[in-house]
């Protein structure tokens, strides 16, 4: 063989490898692409753009937490809580309007729910209402937080109230959902009238091991439900319900909601290690932070008459109820008002 067929195929074969390592290099940027936009990578810095398709994780007290952020990394942080049978996408919209007047939106995935996980299998799925609080206390701390507007529905806006309640100190304002929620188990003894027990069923139908094994069965289709006697007169789309749908592929979600709602009526004895908290919350503390309550006009699930709950909040405070049909998630179904809410109380406290 002569030299110059032999310098061409060291040419060639010298240029396969640089097209294969350039080849090779495209493939591994476009999987860390496709894996930051499937929310697999890990972040704990806060971001200047509003983002509800990467969610981060960040490891805060018993659990690794998936939550969603928004708004400038400077701005006034404000902590958003969902309920159940719901997740982040309730405060989508809301985090969009807060992200736009500079606030710095935080919305985490509760116990249960989305990504957040449990960072040891001997951790008990404890769904009581302190252990909830003391999750986004826990979430605070990991973030550096040491106070923010905390809003919230359902379970969220009890875990606001909590969070008040306990500790002002890290709460600036609080804009919580049909009001005061904060309950015990000594306080669920009283039995209530039949209308009133009739709402409830689910409560009732989830202290069976039916109920667990039905739940756990059937999880879309009772979530769904849910929505539809929650917010009779919200038109929700497949498509919105599915997205929240994802979130309750948690393999805690099941086991997460009946022991909430067990432990409400004295079926699940919760940890010790919280109840001094359980003892301060039986008594039915008062909250001093600056407050706003909302209650839509068409909410089908149970919940107090503001006029039960108005002495509750000792600081300045005001209530509002949002008519034209708004039902139990309210953040999803009137995000304007929920947004303004927080505006609202953030003045308060200035």
Not at 62 to 80: C, R, S, T
Not at 260 to 281: I, P
Request: neutral net charge; aromatic residues 10%; charged residues 20%.
């Amino acid at each position: 063989m002569n030299k110059r067929a032999n310098f061409g195929r060291r040419f060639l074969g010298a240029a396969a490898l640089i097209f294969a390592a350039l080849a090779l290099g495209s493939l591994n940027m476009a999987n860390a692409q496709h894996r930051q936009a499937a929310g697999t990578e890990t972040s704990t810095n806060a971001t200047a753009s509003a983002s509800f398709d990467h969610i981060k994780q960040i490891k805060a007290g018993v659990l690794d937490v998936g939550y969603a952020e928004a708004g400038p990394a400077d701005g006034e942080p404000v902590i958003l809580l969902h309920g159940w049978p719901y997740d982040i996408y309730s405060y989508k919209e809301v985090s969009e309007i807060l992200a736009a007047k500079g606030y710095r939106v935080l919305v985490p995935y509760l116990r249960g729910s989305g990504s957040t996980h449990f960072l040891s299998a001997a951790t008990p799925r404890n769904g009581q209402q302190s252990a909830i609080a003391v999750d986004i206390i826990a979430f605070m701390d990991a973030l550096k937080i040491k106070k923010a507007v905390v809003g919230g529905f359902d379970w969220g806006a009890r875990t606001a109230d909590i969070m008040a309640a306990l500790w002002p100190e890290r709460v600036k304002g609080l804009v919580s959902v049909s009001g005061y929620l904060i309950g015990s188990q000594a306080g669920n003894k009283a039995p209530l009238p039949p209308k009133a027990e009739l709402l409830w069923w689910y409560q009732y139908y989830f202290a069976t091991e039916r109920g667990r094994a039905g739940y756990a069965a059937n999880t879309d289709e009772f979530n769904k439900l849910i929505w539809e006697l929650a917010s009779p007169q919200w038109k929700f789309s497949d498509a919105t319900f599915k997205q929240s749908a994802a979130s309750f592929d948690n393999p805690d979600h099941v086991q997460i909601v009946i022991d909430n709602y067990r432990w409400r009526l004295g079926l699940s004895k919760g940890e010790t290690k919280y109840d001094e908290l359980e003892k301060k919350l039986a008594a039915g503390p008062a909250i001093t932070v600056p407050s706003v309550t909302l209650e839509g006009d068409a909410n089908g699930a149970p919940h107090p008459d503001p006029s039960q709950y108005a002495k509750r909040f000792t600081g300045k405070y005001v209530h509002h109820t949002l008519t034209g049909g708004v039902g139990h998630n309210l953040p999803q179904e009137a995000p304007q008002a929920f947004a303004d809410a927080i505006i609202e109380v953030d003045n308060f406290a200035k």
